[in-house]
T-cell receptor, first 115, second 117 residues
Framework: AQSVTQLDSQVPVFEEAPVELRCNYS??????LFWYVQYPNQGLQLLLK??????LVKGINGFEAEFNKSQTSFHLRKPSVHISDTAEYFC?????????????FGAGTRLAVHP | GAVVSQHPSRVICKSGTSVKIECRSL??????MFWYRQFPKQSLMLMAT?????????EQGVEKDKFLINHASLTLSTLTVTSAHPEDSSFYIC?????????????FGPGTRLTVL
């Protein structure tokens, strides 16, 4: 089964600074990867996804991620963060188990943007 | 597009009672819906996969008799927490995968905060 590891539980950063949130996945023949954002007391919002094709994926709110097969990584980046980007970010991978495709989430990274 | 709603957003109940949470896909049909549980400051844990018109598939360790799931239509799935106990207090989130989706993209509801007294 697939799994994902988010290496940082918390990432503090100053406003307008660049940020990278790291995600590594377990290797597989084919892989679908996702980044979701969760604001306090809310559900998850899809930021971006990699299914195939270009390894650089652009998402909403100025975020992008790069699929790196050799390093089995899918790190999320933003060149300049805002206070409003403060949230929990989850990396996820699709895995097939019991005849169904399921999303497996990483532990999450708390992004705290300071003024 | 791809909006998923949950009702209620918050519920407080007494120990021993049952609580029903609804998950609706508002602008698309979903043959598959998922139910997750999230403890404070933790990730989402998949509880069960719900397919329209068939029995739900529960993850290991999830009691099917305690967490009853019904997926009666292509736009509605319900989770009933039976005989609730304080340890069932949690944030429950559903998601829906559009019919004929080839990308496994799931759209998430806003979550339901359950507090059992």
């Amino acid at each position: 089964a697939q799994s994902v590891t988010q290496l940082d539980s918390q990432v503090p950063v100053f406003e307008e600074a660049p940020v990278e949130l790291r995600c590594n996945y377990s290797s597989s023949v084919s892989v679908y990867l996702f980044w979701y954002v969760q604001y306090p007391n809310q559900g998850l919002q899809l930021l971006l996804k990699y299914l195939s094709g270009s390894t650089l994926v652009k998402g909403i709110n100025g975020f992008e991620a790069e699929f790196n097969k050799s390093q089995t990584s899918f790190h999320l980046r933003k060149p300049s963060v805002h206070i409003s980007d403060t949230a929990e970010y989850f990396c996820a991978v699709v895995t097939r188990s019991g005849g169904y495709n399921k999303l497996i989430f990483g532990a999450g990274t708390r992004l705290a943007v300071h003024p | 597009g791809a909006v998923v709603s949950q009702h209620p957003s918050r519920v407080i109940c007494k120990s021993g009672t049952s609580v029903k949470i609804e998950c609706r896909s508002l602008d698309f049909q979903a043959t598959t819906m998922f139910w997750y549980r999230q403890f404070p400051k933790q990730s989402l844990m998949l509880m069960a996969t719900s397919n329209e018109g068939s029995k739900a598939t529960y993850e290991q360790g999830v009691e099917k008799d305690k967490f009853l799931i019904n997926h009666a239509s292509l736009t509605l799935s319900t989770l009933t927490v039976t005989s609730a106990h304080p340890e069932d207090s949690s944030f429950y989130i559903c998601s829906a995968r559009p019919r004929r989706s080839s990308t496994d993209t799931q759209y998430f509801g806003p979550g339901t905060r359950l507090t059992v007294l």
